[in-house]
């Protein structure tokens, strides 16, 4: 009964999550410097052939997603909270057309991971997406 319960609670907080969008508090001063040069770098592109939505080259790099491919596994790719969040935050930065639609902001998906903590419960949470990028052999001043 204990464990239907907690499933409930989770499916409901899940729900309530994705329909939640994020607002910026008033004192928050936000710089678009970074965007703005990504956007004018990148505004060229026919956006229509990142077919994943999610673009690496285009990302703003909290961390470099690239080495946790889950393949190859080295002290350098242990997973902690923060690492996690820092990853969330680049896959989410990647956004680069309307195919990536769907993905929560990250202080949504930081709060959700964070009321689903319990008590003498590990609380486990994964990242699974598919992202496109540019091939690092290519030279652009040659095209």
């Not at 703005?36 to 690496?56: C, D, K, P």
């Not at 190859?72 to 969330?88: A, K, N, P, R």
């Not at 959700?112 to 486990?124: A, D, G, S």
């Amino acid at each position: 009964m204990k464990k239907i319960f907690h499933l409930l609670l989770l499916l409901l907080t899940i729900y309530t999550a994705k329909s939640q969008t994020y607002t910026p508090p008033a004192f928050a001063d936000i710089d678009n410097n970074y965007r703005t040069y990504v956007n004018n770098l990148f505004g060229q592109l026919e956006t229509n052939r990142v077919s994943t939505g999610l673009l690496m080259d285009y990302a703003f790099d909290f961390t470099d997603p690239k080495i946790y491919n889950g393949t190859v596994l080295h002290d350098s790719t242990l997973m902690e909270q923060g690492i996690y969040s820092e990853l969330y935050k680049t896959i989410f930065t990647s956004r680069f057309n309307n195919n990536s639609s769907g993905m929560r902001h990250p202080s949504i998906h930081d709060s959700l991971c964070y009321i689903t903590r319990q008590k003498e419960v590990i609380t486990l949470s994964g990242l699974l997406f598919k992202y496109n990028a540019f091939n690092p052999n290519v030279h652009f001043g040659s095209l």
